[in-house]
């Protein structure tokens, strides 16, 4: 079985001599593991420079039934070749940029679901356009992560980059289009709708505000800005969804660093909270804070 796919490579790791193994997040939102053949270096290898993490691939995979790792995954292919569609120089330059980029990529591996051969077979039916809306669920990831590194490479060239608005508008971007964002319309206990009253606390476990009114009863259970601006909070995160990706610098920001930041940290752990994740379980986290 031979499939065509596009893909950004979200992690990848050493494996046998000269290969490697790596997952791709395909524009479907799906995931595979691909064993990349030849892709180490080595005196003969020109590809090396090629396969790096955050890297947008076209790839040509087949069904390996050669036997050895994951063969009897159905999720597991294999590679020979591959072209590079997009890659960033700047970000690996910079080292938060770089562990940012890492951070996002894990999110990423973590919210996306694995395709199979029958998906992709599936998906080169649905290619069609008047089938194509079938199988939509998932494609968020893929457009947040690919943007999210487009524009992150873009603001280091344009000398603009911020390393918590970079977070929050990625982190946003995806708990809605995974369909967990924050309610922002109405007070989740009282469901009186913001506008009539304000914005307070943030309450993770319940996917929303509670509002000035109810605040009493909510003692304990929300999280504040540290900024002491109760509705901050409420406001970027509303002012995040509505900016548009090549907007990014128009999201103004109060802290500059990720381990300063108060709001990161309350969006991050709620992230957490939705998909049932430690903060602990993302490795690039701590080389940010
Ligand atoms: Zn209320």
């Not at 946003?172 to 989740?188: A, D, H, P, R």
């Not at 943030?202 to 304990?220: D, P, R």
């Not at 660093?257 to 993302?282: L, V, W």
Request: glycine letters at 8%; one cysteine or more.
């Amino acid at each position: 079985m031979h499939a065509k796919v596009d893909g950004i490579l979200i992690s990848k790791m050493p494996y046998r001599e000269r290969d490697i193994l790596g997952k791709l997040l395909l524009r479907n939102g799906q995931k595979i593991t691909v064993l990349f053949r030849n892709a180490r270096g080595g005196k003969r290898n020109k590809k090396t420079l090629n396969l790096e993490l955050g890297y947008f691939l076209k790839t040509e995979v087949n069904k390996s039934n050669t036997g050895g790792a994951g063969a009897a995954d159905d999720s597991f292919f294999a590679a020979n070749d591959w072209t590079l569609i997009w890659y960033h120089q700047r970000i690996r330059e910079n080292l938060k940029a770089f562990y940012l980029m890492c951070l996002f990529l894990e999110m990423g591996l973590k919210v996306s679901l694995t395709a199979s051969v029958f998906t992709l077979l599936n998906e080169q039916i649905i290619s069609r356009p008047n089938l194509r809306a079938k199988n939509r669920d998932g494609e968020g990831v893929f457009s947040v992560l690919s943007n999210a590194l487009f524009f992150l490479e873009d603001s280091l060239t344009k000398n603009s980059f911020n390393e918590e608005r970079e977070l929050i508008l990625f982190s946003i971007k995806l708990l809605y289009s995974e369909g967990v964002g924050m309610n922002l319309s109405e007070c989740i206990r009282c469901k009186m709708p913001f506008g009539k009253v304000y914005a307070v606390g943030l309450i993770s476990k319940e996917g929303g505000f509670c509002c000035n009114s109810c605040s009493g009863s909510c003692s304990g259970v929300w999280e504040f800005s540290e900024f002491g601006e109760f509705s901050y909070l409420y406001g970027l995160i509303k002012q995040a969804l509505i900016t548009k990706y090549r907007d990014y610098h128009l999201l103004r920001v109060k802290n500059s660093t990720i381990a300063t930041s108060a709001t990161t940290k309350i969006i991050f752990n709620y992230f957490c909270q939705q998909f049932h994740f430690s903060p602990g379980e993302f490795k690039s986290i701590k080389s940010l804070l």
